[in-house]
């Protein structure tokens, strides 16, 4: 799977919030991610971002349509 800044990442398992999907910051050794229903951001190593991942979309950017619906 390719990870990309930009991109959301369903995850297996929910955040306190109740949020399954997270938006990518950073990518390299670790992943920087931004929880999108609360906003809280964490680090976390790339082992457990590829283990856990379920399902990755697109964002616009990476799409190169740039055009937000």
Not at 47 to 68: D, F, H, Q, Y
Request: charged share 30%; proline share 7%.
């Amino acid at each position: 799977m390719e990870y990309e800044v930009g991109n959301i990442v369903k995850l297996k398992k929910k955040h306190p919030c109740g949020s399954f999907e997270w938006e990518i910051l950073r990518t390299g050794a670790d992943f920087r991610l931004k929880c999108t229903g609360c906003g809280h951001q964490v680090m976390v190593p790339r082992r457990l971002v590829e283990k856990n991942t379920r399902g990755i979309c697109p964002s616009p950017k990476a799409t190169g349509n740039g055009k937000i619906p």
